[in-house]
Structures are given as C-alpha cells and as structure tokens.
C-alpha cells in the first residue's frame, strides 16, 4: 500500500523551486491529530488540487500552511523562504461559509481588502488601486455588482468576489479552500478560466477540491490526504484507483473507483 | 426661554454647558469605538469590560490613601479602573483561548466576579476612617454633579485619541472583523487586533465611567453601532454615523436631563439613545420595519401584475379585480380585459424573462440566488451576463407572444 510506504516522520529536504512546501507538519484540535507529520511539496506554475474524505484534514492542511492556525510542528516554505517573509506573494480564498455575508461591506470594499497590506494603516485607497479592484472584478465577471451590499449575492457570485479579492493581491501563489463547493455551473467555469490564465502567466494555484470527477480536466498536480499523506504526483500517475482507494477507503464505491480510472486511461 | 432651550443652547450655566460637552464628546467616542466590537459580534465584552472597572476603583483608593491622600484623585482612580479592566479583558481571551469554554461563560463569569469583589472593595472602604470615601459609589451609575473642568478635559483628550485609534486601525479591525482567517493569511496578528479592538473600548469606558457610570456604557457603546447598523450598507460608514448617533443621545441627554430637576443624566443619554434606535428600527430605508412592510407591499403588487401579464401571454382570462386594475392603470389592458399593443409587448417580454428564470432554477441549486426571483427584478440584476447567456442558449430563440 502506497500508505504503507508513506506513512513515516522521516522528512525530505524541500525542493527550493517549490512553490509551497510543507515538512513534517502536524495540526491538532484537542490531543487528535487531523493533520500527522504530512510533508507536501506543490510545484510552481501548477494547478494542484489537494484531496480527501470530508474530516481528512484538506483545510487545516491550507490554514495551518498559511498559518491561519497554529501547528503543532512542521515547517512551511514559499518558494523556499519561510511563510513571513513570503506573505506578499501568497493570496488565499477562504470558503466561503467561514464570513458573515449580512456584514456592512459592498463587492468593491471586500475586493479592496486584497489591498490593505499593500495601502497600510495610513496609506489612502488611490483611484488607481479602486480601477484595480474594478479590473479583478471584470476579469470573475462581476463588474456590474460593485456597489452590492455582499449580502445580495449568490454563493456563485460570493464566491467570485473571494476569488476577486484575491486577484487584488496579485500573488505568485493561490490558495483556495473548496472554491467550487456550492457554486452554479456558469460560476465553476469562470473560475477554473481565471485560475488556468493565472497559471499561463506563471502563478501556482493550490486548491481543496471535493469534486473527484473533475480532477482529471482542472489539475496537473494532486495531494491526497487523509490525516497522513497518502500521495502526491502527477495527476496522471498518482491519480489512480490504487491511491484512491488508500485515501478513502471503503467510502468509495468500486464502480465509481473505475470510472474514474477509465476516465483517466481514456485522456 | 424654556429651561430645555437654554440648556440646548448652553445657556443653562457652566456646570450645565460643561456637562453637555462632555457628554456629546464621551458619545461621539463609545459609538464609533463601539462599532467594531458590534460588527465583531462580542458587544457584551463591553459589559464584562465595564464591571471590571469598579475592584479598579476600589484598588486606587485603597492605595492612595494609604500613600497619604485623600484618594480623590481622579487620574489615580481611572488608572485604576483601566487596569482592573484590562485583567479582565485578557481573563476573558485567556479562558475562551485556552479551555473549552465559551466567550459568552467568560464574560458572564469575569463580569460577576470581578463585579462582586469591587463591591466587597466599596463596602471595606466605608467603613474605612481616613480618606473622603463619599460619592465613590457614583461610579455605579454616574454623576454629573460637581463635574469638574478637568473632568471634560479627560473626556475630550480620552475621547479623541480613541476616535483616532478607530480611524487608524479601521482596515485591520474591518478586516478581523468580517474575515478573521484572511486577515490572519494576510499576515495580520489577530489577536493583537481583537486585544486593540477592546482595549479602545475599555479606554472609553473608564473615560466614561464618571458620567455614565459602568453599569450603563455599555449601553453607549452598543446602541449606537446598532442603530447605525440601519442606515448604511459599509462599515467605514457605520463608525461615523454611529459616532453621530452617541455624540447626539449625548448632547440631547445631558439638555433634558439639566432642563429639569431630578432626572438622572446617565440614563436620560441612554434613553435617548434607545429613542434614535427605535425610530431608526421602525422607519430606516432598507432594513427598517416600515420599509419592510413598504416592500412586502409593492411586492404584492409585483407579483400580481406578473402573474396578470403571464396571463396575457398565455391568453389566459384575468381572474382577480386587483390585478386587472393594475394592469389597466398602466394601460396594459383595457377594462373588459383585452390586451393593449403595450400589454402584449410586455408580456411578450416577461414571458421569456420567466422562461430564463426557469431554466436558472434548472441549473442553479442555490435558494438564495433563485429566492431572489420576485417577478418583477430583470434576470439580468440578479445574473452575471455569461450567466444569462448560458440561459438563452438552453432556451432557444425568443418566441413572439400571438396576438389577441
């Protein structure tokens, strides 16, 4: 079993050229590990998807990787400079059912909060930085809801306002955290366009993905967590029946095990 | 002049004029300071906050009669307060951090505790035979009585450098306060900004706590960020208009309550306050109750005009008077029922509008997007263009409604 393998403390030395790499990580809620001693490495210039059951850890892995929660151990490397010195080039969108959308905010302030590092706390938000908010928003298409209240939008639109918010950034590195969980068809798509253009000009995107079906048409790269790592490669090599079965064990039917593995022989 | 007038006009005395400076100023601060600890959704730490102030008090006086002094002294008291206040603050973080339990049983058990020994503390002191112990207990519910120059002059120092604090870390505390998690990716200490957050609060409460007392600032705190809440849709908005609404239950406050004999300022300013939030609950544009009712109103009339033009296209007869009124109000029909030029034209087009809400709801599951249908919004409000152009292409090219 490939968990068999995989599942030592042992850690590699991370690759410098990384986009985001992860050594011995371990995040626990109480005295129950739901991230152990998990080393990950996702390649820059790459759509990287990280996968799971539900509870195996996808999140904390994100948050504890941005240091959004404390980790026990582990040490993190962007573009192998620790997390604090590589802040300015990481963006994150986070579910989006971690806010609360009756919050007092428009489209527009929410995507200029993507800028705050950059204005600080005395700086003025120029008309150039809101004519870049107004870009991020055209380019998830969502220009003519500026002046919205969130609270009015869609999960899709919601959604592409995180996404929006992130692209004010202008990062090397994305991270996003089940950008597609509850988003309609027309919103999926619009997303996966801007996250595959961020990636021809050279930006890594990493995303918490549910969707197995997918996989195989958004993402070159692949994790596969379920508390420890089960494995990480090329999607055509590492996403296979084999790895999928380690990861989720019996929640996976046998049938939809080679389904997707037949839709992977066919590409 | 009426008595009310002349102390609107600070024509009511010093003490009088002194008293209402102060309080608009004091306002001003609690509402804007206020405001994002309500955004924050932890406006009772206020309340926790404010109680432990008083074993603060009880300290300094102890303390700086045994030093010698009278133990009136009014700085030594709020140092006091502040810091007692500040144990409390980091007592509450402390426990909701670190155990299982919640912020709501911290700050019910800080606010008791520390309530209880600072009484413990007033009551050893009366009994106590040096220093000049009366009116220590004012710091209860306030005092505007012998309010003293440089009473004000702590208020507006206090009260300024507060709002300027709450201008300053506008950005961080909106952020922490809308999206903890993505402040903290963007590399933001959120604690520290929570710790900031409340420590402006607790700065206004013991600035305040001579005037309004510490049982009822967290009332000046809270209800102006609350009725701010009504009127505007953005954040940087709510701290200023907040601000307005504290500087004004203020002011207006401390009139009524020198207009007349006997009327406690303290919780005149609150009363007061609570007035604005009322009005603002019942009449605001938007969120408030009759705007609501308004709404739900023109909504009826929405829906039926909808349904009365759906009708037409279907050439279907109009059944109820309501809706044949109001479409012949509009000149969509004319009184017997039959369709005009205009009516068809209009239902012609609220047919296919239905027919792209219909395939939305196909595709979107989302009840919140789909439950904003209300037969009268073009789709195209409610939907992206790619969105609509999805639509369009499962639904085939428009179709003309026959006419009559």
């Not at chain 1, 090599?237 to 990861?247: H, N, P, S, W, Y």
């Not at chain 2, 954040?235 to 009327?263: C, E, Q, T």
Request: contains cysteine.
């Amino acid at each position: 079993m490939v968990a068999a393998q995989d599942g030592r403390i042992a850690q590699e030395p991370p690759p410098s050229d990384a986009a985001l790499a992860v050594r011995g990580l371990t995040v626990s809620y109480g005295e129950k590990p739901a991230v152990f001693s998990v080393d990950a490495t996702f390649p820059a210039k790459t759509m990287s998807a990280i996968i799971g059951p539900n509870g195996a850890g996808k999140s904390t892995l994100l948050k504890a990787a941005l240091g959004v929660i404390p980790r026990l151990s582990g040490e993190i490397l962007v573009f192998g400079k620790p997390i604090d010195q590589a802040r300015d080039r990481i963006a994150y969108v986070p579910q989006r059912a971690s806010v609360d959308w009756d919050f007092p905010t428009t489209v527009l302030d929410v995507v200029q909060m993507g800028l705050y590092r950059k204005v600080g706390l005395l700086g003025r938000l120029s008309g150039a930085m809101a004519a870049r908010a107004r870009d991020c928003l055209a380019r998830v298409g969502m220009q003519d809801f500026a002046h919205r209240q969130i609270g009015q939008l869609s999960g899709g639109q919601q959604q592409r306002v995180f996404l929006a918010r992130a692209l004010a950034q202008d990062a090397d590195l994305y991270l996003l955290d089940e950008p597609f969980a509850g988003v309609d068809a027309a919103t999926e798509r619009a997303i996966i366009d801007v996250l595959k253009t961020l990636q021809s000009e050279g930006k890594a995107v990493v995303a918490v993905h549910h969707d197995l079906s997918t996989v195989r048409d958004y993402f070159d790269h692949v994790f596969l967590i379920n508390v420890r790592r089960i494995a990480e490669g090329p999607v055509a090599t590492t996403f296979t029946a084999e790895t999928l079965q380690a990861t989720y064990g019996g929640r996976l039917a046998a049938t939809h095990l080679d389904e997707l593995a037949v839709a992977g022989g066919a590409q | 002049m009426s008595p009310f007038f002349e102390a609107l006009l600070l024509q009511a005395g010093y003490n009088a004029a002194l008293v209402a400076i102060g309080a608009a100023l004091l306002g001003f601060a609690a509402g804007s300071s206020g405001t994002f600890l309500f955004l924050r959704k932890r406006a009772l730490v206020s309340d926790a906050v404010a109680h432990a102030t008083l074993p603060g008090v009880g300290l300094a006086f102890i303390v700086m009669v045994s030093l010698g002094g009278d133990g009136r002294s009014l700085l030594g008291l709020l140092l006091g307060s502040a810091l007692t206040a500040w144990i409390g603050l980091l007592t509450i973080e402390w426990i909701t951090r670190r155990t299982r339990l919640a912020e709501d049983a911290a700050i019910g058990a800080v606010l008791g505790v520390f309530f209880g020994i600072g009484i413990v503390l007033l009551t050893v002191i009366q009994s106590m035979s040096a220093g000049r112990q009366a009116g220590l207990e004012s710091f209860l519910l306030g005092s505007t009585a012998g309010m003293l120059f440089q009473d004000a002059v702590v208020i507006a120092v206090g009260g300024s450098l507060t709002v300027f604090a709450t201008w300053l870390l506008r950005r961080p505390m909106t952020l922490v306060a809308f999206d903890g998690d993505y402040a903290a990716a963007l590399g933001y200490d959120v604690r520290r900004i929570d710790l900031l957050m409340m420590g402006l609060v607790m700065a206004v409460t013991v600035i305040g706590l001579k005037l309004v007392g510490l049982i009822l600032i967290v009332a000046m705190l809270i209800i102006p960020a609350v009725t701010a809440r009504f009127w505007t849709e953005r954040s940087g908005r709510v701290i200023w208009v907040a601000g307005a609404v504290g500087g004004l239950s203020g002011y207006l406050g401390a009139v009524l309550s020198a207009s007349a004999p006997a009327l406690p300022t303290g919780p005149i300013i609150v009363l007061v306050a609570a007035v604005l939030f009322v009005v603002s609950l019942l009449f605001a544009p938007g969120r408030g109750v009759l705007a609501a009712v308004l709404r739900h109103r023109s909504f009826q009339a929405r829906v039926h005009r909808r349904q009365g033009l759906l009708a037409l296209a279907a050439q279907h007869p109009i059944r109820e008077a309501y809706t044949l009124r109001l479409l012949a109000r509009e000149g969509l029909v004319r009184p017997d029922g039959v369709p005009t030029e205009a009516g068809r034209a209009q239902a012609a087009k609220v047919a296919r509008d239905e027919r792209r809400w219909d395939v939305a709801r196909e595709i979107h599951q989302d009840a919140g997007l789909t439950g904003r249908y209300d037969g009268v919004t073009p789709i195209e409000e409610v939907f992206t263009a790619d969105e609509i152009t999805e639509f369009d292409r499962r639904l085939g090219p428009p179709t003309a409604v026959g006419g009559a």
